[in-house]
């Protein structure tokens, strides 16, 4: 199995940033990939990141391209979500997800096994 636990979430104002982290734990060998997700009250869990373990290759939805940056540290035991000028729309709570598939459609919340419980980012003036 697999642990994940969110930190770095706050309360900021339009065009801050933010670091976001997700460390993991457990039997982390078999991850293929960790993504970053977001929901808001009332809304589905939508797609913001995701960083792949074999390669290295990063992909982002089109509302957080160009603004958002996803990276992982040496030890490869926890994936950072870089976060600048921040939008109001941008509040949500962020969770991370690891999937043990490989070459799937990443941005699919299905394919993700294991869940942390989230860190808030809330974006106002």
């Known amino acids: 199995q697999v642990q994940l636990v969110e930190s770095g979430g706050g309360a900021v104002q339009p065009g801050a940033s933010l670091r976001l982290a997700c460390a993991t734990s457990?039997?982390?060998?078999?991850?293929?990939?960790v993504g970053w997700f977001r929901q808001a009250p009332g809304k589905e869990r939508e797609f913001v990141a995701v960083?792949?373990?074999?390669?290295?290759?990063?992909y982002y939805s089109d509302s957080v391209k160009g603004r958002f940056g996803i990276s992982t540290n040496s030890g490869r035991n926890t994936v950072y979500l870089d976060m600048y000028n921040l939008k109001p729309e941008d509040t949500a709570v962020y969770l991370c997800?690891?999937?043990?598939?490989?070459?799937?459609?990443?941005?699919?919340?299905?394919?993700?096994?294991?869940w942390g419980q989230g860190t808030q980012v809330t974006v106002s003036s």
């Open positions: 960083i792949t373990w074999n390669d290295g290759q990063q």
């Open positions: 997800g690891a999937s043990t598939t490989y070459g799937l459609d990443y941005e699919l919340v299905g394919i993700y096994e294991y």
């Open positions: 457990g039997r982390t060998f078999g991850i293929h990939a």
